[in-house]
């Protein structure tokens, strides 16, 4: 079982390492093949944060930019997805900065009065239009209840399955921070799910 | 019914911890032990998990042709960087040589704006701000430089915008 855990840890080594090379060179091959590689997992992530679908589009597009303009700065050591979700939050924190001159933290916090993007609670929100096409909309209808800033971390930690050191990365927040979020998050969703399901 | 609550309470976190950053093998064993005798706690262990296996299992759906429109924008932009590489190049270039230049004349700079200076008969503090002055064309040059270029990739970059 060591072995078995060595062989994958050495085989994810060298994907790292490799894609870090490759986006040294800027390789447009080795890009084409991320984006489809990566694409459902950073939309999903981008709608989650965004809970926008258009929105989470344009994100998309504009992070893989990113990621080849910032390309030499993957030195190959993290997982490649948790610098590609980093990449992907700092430019909605960028936009929303640009917008109201204030971090997604301070945006999402569940204490304020209008979390993120829930513009017309009448309306079925933009987040709630694009998961009503899907099967498990009690699910989603649910989860759109929980404030952006536990979704985030749900999502990275039970979806992506990131490690929690990772994740503190990703969100540049101490691991104490993580785990709180984490926690609330849990409870959150146990209360969201109950109270949508039931 | 006060050890009861405690216990209860352990176990209500323990639930939580196993799921977001895992336990020892003792509190494994005491909760096992408690959530088979008491059913609250493992109701609420059950709910903790299904809640976890719906967000695992939801699914988003993806707008048609995201990744090829993604490639072909991340394709043009990579060209345009490979078109601007040699110019960045050729900026960093002349802007190196110019250092190195200006270095190896200041002696002679500084006489001259010394020379000129008398010959006009401005203040010496003017002819030495003159001197400090010249030292930062090349960098004003470059600055310059990279202003336009970057006005013009923001140009492009709303066209592209609009067009996607």
Same mark, same amino acid.
């Given at each position: 079982?060591?072995?078995?855990?060595?062989?994958?840890?050495?085989?994810?080594?060298?994907?790292?390492?490799?894609i870090?090379?490759?986006?040294?060179?800027?390789?447009?091959?080795?890009?084409?093949?991320?984006?489809?590689?990566?694409?459902?997992?950073?939309?999903?992530?981008?709608?989650?944060?965004?809970?926008?679908?258009?929105?989470?589009?344009?994100?998309?597009?504009?992070?893989?930019?990113?990621?080849?303009?910032?390309?030499?700065q993957?030195?190959?050591?993290?997982?490649?997805?948790?610098?590609?979700?980093?990449?992907?939050?700092?430019?909605?924190?960028?936009?929303?900065? *640009?917008?109201?001159? $204030?971090? /997604?933290?301070?945006? %999402?916090?569940p204490?304020?009065?209008?979390? =993120? +993007?829930?513009?017309?609670?009448?309306?079925? *929100?933009?987040l709630? $239009?694009? /998961?009503?096409?899907? %099967?498990?909309?009690?699910?989603?209808?649910? =989860? +759109?209840?929980?404030?952006?800033?536990?979704?985030?971390v749900?999502?990275?930690?039970?979806?992506?399955?990131?490690?929690?050191?990772?994740?503190?990365?990703?969100?540049?927040?101490p691991?104490?921070?993580?785990?709180?979020?984490?926690?609330?998050?849990?409870?959150?969703?146990?209360?969201?799910?109950?109270?949508?399901?039931? | 019914?006060?050890?009861?609550?405690?216990?209860?309470?352990?176990?209500?976190?323990?639930?939580?911890?196993?799921?977001?950053?895992?336990?020892?093998?003792?509190?494994?064993?005491?909760?096992?032990?408690?959530?088979?005798?008491?059913?609250?706690?493992?109701?609420?262990?059950?709910?903790?998990?299904?809640?976890?296996?719906?967000?695992?299992t939801?699914?988003?759906?993806?707008?048609?042709?995201?990744?090829?429109?993604?490639?072909?924008?991340?394709?043009?932009?990579?060209?345009?960087?490979?078109?601007?590489?040699?110019r960045?190049?050729?900026?960093?270039?002349?802007?190196?040589?110019?250092?190195?230049?200006?270095?190896?004349?200041?002696?002679?700079?500084?006489?001259l704006?010394?020379?000129?200076?008398?010959?006009?008969?401005?203040?010496?503090?003017?002819?030495?701000?003159?001197?400090?002055?010249?030292?930062?064309i090349?960098?004003?040059?470059?600055?310059?430089?990279l202003?336009?270029?970057?006005?013009r990739?923001?140009?492009?970059?709303?066209w592209?915008?609009?067009?996607?």
């Open positions: 079982m060591p072995g078995l855990t060595l062989f994958f840890s050495t085989l994810m080594a060298d994907e790292t390492r490799t870090a090379r490759g986006l040294q060179r800027r390789d447009p091959d080795l890009l084409d093949r991320l984006i489809e590689q990566y694409q459902y997992r950073l939309f999903r992530y981008l709608v989650y944060i965004t809970g926008n679908k258009e929105r989470a589009e344009d994100f998309f597009q504009e992070t893989w930019i990113r990621v080849l303009e910032r390309g030499h993957y030195n190959g050591k993290s997982k490649f997805e948790a610098w590609l979700f980093a990449i992907a939050r700092n430019l909605v924190i960028d936009w929303q900065r *640009s917008k109201k001159a $204030q971090s /997604l933290d301070t945006l %999402t916090d204490e304020q009065e209008h979390p =993120l +993007q829930l513009a017309n609670e009448n309306e079925p *929100s933009p709630r $239009q694009v /998961l009503s096409h899907e %099967t498990e909309e009690n699910v989603q209808a649910s =989860l +759109q209840k929980i404030p952006a800033i536990y979704r985030e749900l999502v990275l930690r039970f979806q992506e399955e990131l490690q929690i050191d990772e994740m503190a990365g990703v969100l540049s927040i691991l104490s921070t993580v785990k709180s979020r984490l926690y609330r998050g849990l409870e959150a969703l146990r209360g969201a799910l109950q109270g949508g399901a039931g | 019914m006060k050890s009861n609550n405690i216990a209860h309470q352990r176990a209500l976190q323990l639930i939580a911890q196993a799921r977001v950053e895992g336990i020892p093998d003792t509190d494994r064993n005491w909760l096992r032990t408690h959530l088979e005798e008491c059913d609250f706690c493992a109701e609420h262990a059950r709910r903790t998990d299904r809640a976890l296996r719906m967000l695992r939801a699914t988003i759906s993806l707008p048609e042709g995201l990744a090829s429109r993604t490639q072909f924008r991340v394709r043009l932009r990579a060209q345009e960087l490979r078109e601007r590489e040699p960045r190049r050729a900026l960093w270039l002349a802007c190196s040589l110019s250092w190195l230049f200006g270095v190896a004349s200041a002696p002679y700079v500084w006489s704006f010394q020379w000129l200076g008398q010959r006009t008969g401005v203040p010496k503090l003017v002819w030495e701000v003159g001197f400090g002055l010249w030292w930062s090349p960098a004003l040059f470059a600055v310059a430089v202003l336009m270029e970057s006005s990739k923001g140009e492009q970059a709303d592209i915008n609009q067009g996607s």
